[in-house]
Structures are given as structure tokens and as C-alpha cells.
């Protein structure tokens, strides 16, 4: 009889924030740091990534793709319009098919919340999640977090506002969570048809609260998932709930300005503010170039 054990490692996923250790968080956010100061892990030359996005993406997708060239992976070729998918395909079968031509991970984008529970039932290589419909984002968290404790060096006992759209916000839903566990107190500002519940954040106004945040955090309004009638004039959104040079003026000494964009200018917030000097928002772009770097090498086994 053969007793021999296999040592077989586990498949190293990345789909929510919520199945990680707070030491594993805490480990990806200071690699991330360290790569930006330039030490890099090894090489993988010869991994192959394939990056399936079924919504439309400029910061996630080319961030992906900028992190692994800086990695040395090969990106293989994906486009929705011209795979089987057109033909009825399951996004399981694309997957699994992926796998058996040898490609080592999948980056994946898709419109459905949860999307993922049945490929990392199935599948022998990791899924990283770049996104599933009003779920979670988890690599933008880990940017975010990295972007926060880059400016901070903590998150505990720093207040935190979420502000806009949160009940469309898969952002919101994932930095909520890991914020909260990170010991930080988050709130929400939103308007009361935008609320979620499930995010479990006490609702505030944001002009009550504006001298007490050392973060702002805005959330895109996504007009393409709200129903006819549940929508505000521009102007009106930003009147009421958005970020305007007035209010600025009214924020904490050395509070920052976040967002995970694209960003609706003088919506959400006012177009001047995007590059002043309290916004963080293209740091968090840059960040996040390093952030994915992370999680690529934790899933591809490299080292820490």
C-alpha cells in the first residue's frame, strides 16, 4: 500500500479581504510599500495571467496588466466579444478551459455578485477577484488600505467616511468590512434611498462630521445600475451630498481625500479638488499597481 503524502498547497485565491487574516492584510499592505520603494520579489518569468473583465475597466484592467509586467508574467490574450461566451459558453467552462491550455491564474471581472464560489470550488488555479458586481472589490480595498496606511502608519482610531452611492458600492461594501476589523470607526454619508443596511456603518451627515474625519472616501454615483427615477440632478447631488470646495475648507488638519474612481467631476466631488493637495486619488492609482503586484505573488507562491 502506498503512503506516500503529496504535498499539494493550496490554491491561493484573492476574492474577498473577509477570508484573509488580519496578518495576512497587514503582510500584503507593507510588500506593497516595499515594492514601491523598489524592492521587488523574484521574477516569474513563464507564469501566464489571463484577464477576463466582463464589465468595462481602465484602472483595474491596466493595473493588473502593468503589475504583471513589472512581475515578468505574460498576459494571454482575452476579449469577451470574440471568446465562446458569445456562444452561449458558462463562465465556468471558459475558466476551466483556461486552465487545461496551462495559464496559471485568472484576474476576473464580472456583473454577477459572487460570481466566483463555484470556480474556487472547481478550479486548480487562483482566481483573483477585479470585481464582482455591487459585491466586493477586494484589490481596490488593499489599494485603499495601502494608500491609508502609507499616509498614517495606522488604522487604528483613525474615523473614516463613506460617502455616496454605497448601496451600488462594492468598494464601499469591502472597505467597510476591512476597515472596521482593522480597528478604525467607519461611517457612512448617503443619501437615504442609497443606503445599505447590510454594510452595518451608522449613517451620518457628512457636514456634521467633516471636522472629525482624517478620511474622506467617495464613491462614484453609478448611473449605470440605478433605476429610472431613483436619481438626482447633478448639481442637486452635489449640492447636498458632495464634496465642494466649501466644504473642504471645513475638513480636519491632515485629513485626505479618497476615491476610487473614474470619478464624476462635480459630482461627487468638485472637479478642483481631484488634484489638491488633501486628494489622494491618483496616489491611490499608483498605489495600486503595487498593491496587485502583492496579490499576484501571493497567488503564484512566490515569497513574502
Not at 155 to 174: K, P, T
Request: hydrophobic share 40%; glycine share 8%.
Amino acid at each position: 500500500m502506498n503512503t506516500m503524502q503529496t504535498n499539494v498547497k493550496p490554491v491561493k485565491h484573492f476574492v474577498s479581504l473577509d477570508t484573509l487574516s488580519l496578518e495576512e492584510i497587514m503582510s500584503m499592505i507593507e510588500e506593497s510599500l516595499r515594492y514601491k520603494q523598489g524592492d521587488l520579489p523574484p521574477l516569474f518569468d513563464g507564469k501566464t495571467v489571463a484577464n477576463l473583465f466582463f464589465e468595462n475597466s481602465t484602472r483595474t484592467k491596466n493595473s493588473f496588466q502593468m503589475a504583471e509586467r513589472h512581475l515578468n508574467m505574460q498576459e494571454i490574450p482575452f476579449d469577451v466579444t470574440t471568446s465562446s461566451v458569445t456562444k452561449g459558453e458558462t463562465l465556468y467552462d471558459t475558466c476551466k478551459t483556461l486552465e487545461a491550455i496551462g495559464v496559471d491564474a485568472l484576474v476576473i471581472r464580472h456583473p454577477e455578485a459572487g460570481y466566483y464560489h463555484e470556480l474556487v470550488e472547481k478550479l486548480n488555479i487562483p482566481v483573483l477577484n477585479g470585481g464582482d458586481g455591487s459585491g466586493e472589490h477586494p484589490s481596490q480595498s488593499l489599494l485603499d488600505l495601502v494608500t491609508i496606511f502609507e499616509e498614517f502608519g495606522t488604522f487604528q482610531g483613525l474615523n473614516v467616511a463613506i460617502c455616496g452611492d454605497l448601496v451600488h458600492s462594492r468598494v464601499a461594501r469591502s472597505n467597510a468590512s476591512v476597515l472596521k476589523r482593522l480597528g478604525a470607526n467607519v461611517v457612512g454619508c448617503s443619501p437615504a434611498s442609497w443606503w445599505d443596511d447590510s454594510m452595518g456603518l451608522e449613517r451620518k451627515e457628512l457636514d456634521d462630521i467633516l471636522g472629525e474625519c482624517d478620511v474622506i472616501m467617495l464613491l462614484r454615483v453609478q448611473h449605470e445600475r440605478h433605476i429610472m427615477g431613483d436619481v438626482f440632478s447633478k448639481e442637486a447631488y452635489h449640492t447636498q451630498f458632495g464634496l465642494t470646495v466649501e466644504r473642504v475648507e471645513r475638513m480636519k488638519a491632515g485629513a485626505i481625500i479618497m476615491h476610487p474612481a473614474p470619478v464624476n467631476r462635480d459630482v461627487e466631488i468638485a472637479g478642483s479638488l481631484i488634484e489638491h493637495e488633501r486628494s489622494r486619488i491618483f496616489p491611490q492609482m499608483k498605489n495600486g499597481v503595487y498593491a496587485r503586484m502583492s496579490i499576484l505573488n501571493r497567488a503564484l507562491g512566490g515569497q513574502q
